[in-house]
């Protein structure tokens, strides 16, 4: 299996999550992708953050009919870091080839992120643009590191076994939808109801509905 993995808060899931994941699962010939649903972002304020149940949810409702499997085990493994859950991903599926996926908006802070080099070295990154944030991306001192590791597309998918540190550049359509211009235009959009027997779509494990 070649799995893309897309992390974030998902606050909430939006079609702009699923129309990048599904360009980068052609892009790169991926099998599926997973989205990564974080119990919390150590660089983002919780103020304004939904309980992770209702984060999960929304995810689920938007990865329908796709072939996007929607996971929420950095809870499960008490991983508060990437680095930590990529590596466990590495170990408890090593058959399964993986590629972390990326913003444009998340590699301008890449350097930010606990052990990023070490994140690169466990598995090649595919960075999807995104308007207005290009520029700081490329000035960015990640990619001044990333850059000597930069491939095409073809060569990631072409060969018999990946190999990291790899760095691919995706550029599509750019789609300016986002999750703040949703909580900005819907405030109570975690409001209501929350879908009974919600269940990890990678580990298989419920998420209990009081998931914060």
Known sequence: MRIGILGGSFNPAHGGHR??????????????????????????????????????ASARRMARRA???????????????????LRRIS???????????????????FHEWKQWRDIARTMPIAVIARP????????????????RYREPASSLFA???????????LRFDPDT???????????????????THLRDGVTFRPIPGNAA
């Open 91 to 109: 170990r408890r599926w090593p058959k399964h080839r993986f590629v972390w996926l990326m913003g444009s908006d998340n590699l301008a802070q």
């Open 19 to 56: 129309r990048i994941s599904l360009f980068a699962r052609e892009a790169l010939h991926l099998d599926e992708i997973w989205w990564l649903v974080s119990p919390g972002n150590p660089l983002k304020p919780r103020e304004g953050m939904a309980p992770l149940a209702k984060r999960f």
């Open 159 to 169: 060969r018999d076994g990946w190999s990291a540190p790899a760095l691919v550049i």
């Open 67 to 85: 072939p996007i499997r929607v996971t929420a085990m950095e809870r499960e493994f008490g991983t508060p870091y990437t680095v930590e859950t």
């Open 177 to 195: 939808r986002s999750a703040s211009a949703i909580r900005e235009a819907d405030p109570d959009w975690a409001d209501g109801p929350l879908a």
């Open 132 to 147: 207005g944030y290009d520029a700081d991306a490329i000035a960015s001192p990640a990619m001044a590191w990333l850059g």
